[in-house]
């Protein structure tokens, strides 16, 4: 049975994924590696600390539930090489194929090119094209190593974490947010902060272990009001406490309030869309189909246009925004279904293996 609910979350957060990013390219807060401000007003950046403490936590839970799922029916085998096709093979040899592209904007908006002595040999400079391209591909190398990574994890519990978890209530669920705060103070990157192994690996298997039990999901739906209401109250908390540092880096990613936010917000998330949103329509169908196209390209498209508006234009901000805004969702579909078509270019780059 077709558990629309998960749909919902995966395209909505990946929606929420494109706005943050056009919010985040001219932000006020974090300045390294985008263009920075173009308006006088910064409200927006308000956005960023609304977002950043769970979507990617609940996209990875997400990614271990449909781990469960598949394995129900699939055999470890067909599970790590559908795996390795969908997520490693697009987040790297698509980066030698396509996703160099995007290493050149992030460059550019970097100024990195006028920061490399002419001596570097032209070869060296495209792999560091390739490595700069590797942008918002970071998630699914993440989630194909935490796939490997459960793999040799179920070979070890064999099934018994599994009726254990299945036990679990609101109690243990809201208490897990301590693990979960435990998970984010270890294997973090010290450079590229993206890479938070923990928490998001931790995450991941409580998708697999816990959440992808209906009886836990039932659970949680009969809670979402308080914790939609806990959820909004430690966002704002959060985000009145916080606002003006930087948001994705430690010690403030890492902290107790973020995490607390963070948690509850998935908890309410899942609960909230299992009790309102476990259905289709034509518009939630198509969004379904499109999202992870959507979010392989959407940066590509986002960056393209906000570098050329504000190195070759002297439009207003605003209008900037809204160009952006427009670029990243329809480029970023519109690319997507143009590589969706071509043969073995759409193997590297999106996992798509020939049609039968």
Known sequence: MRRYYIDNIRWATVILVVIYHVIYIFNSITTEGIIGSITSFHGQDVVQYL???????ILFIISGMCAKFYLDGHSGKEFFKARTRKLLVP?????????WIQGYFNMAISDAFSNIPDVVPKPVLFLIMILSGTGVLWTIQLMWLFSVLLLLVRKIEKGRLEKFAEKTNIVVLLLLGVLVWGSAQILNTPMIVVYRCGIYGFCFLLGYYVFSHDSVIERLAKY????LAAAVVLGVV??????????????VVNCPLAIAYAWIACLAILGGAKHWWDKTN?????MTKKSFGLYVFHYLALSATAYTLVTYTNMPGIVIYGLTLIAAFVGGILIYEIV?????????????KKEK
């Open 282 to 286: 034509a518009f939630a169908a198509f």
């Open 238 to 251: 959060y985000t009145v406490v916080y606002y003006g540092e930087n948001y994705a880096m430690s010690p």
């Open 91 to 99: 987040s790297t040899i698509g980066l030698f194929v396509f996703q």
């Open 340 to 352: 969706s078509r071509i043969p073995v270019i759409r193997w590297c780059v999106l996992g798509i």
């Open 51 to 57: 977002l950043y403490p769970w979507f990617m936590v």
């Open 224 to 227: 979402c009001v308080p914790l």
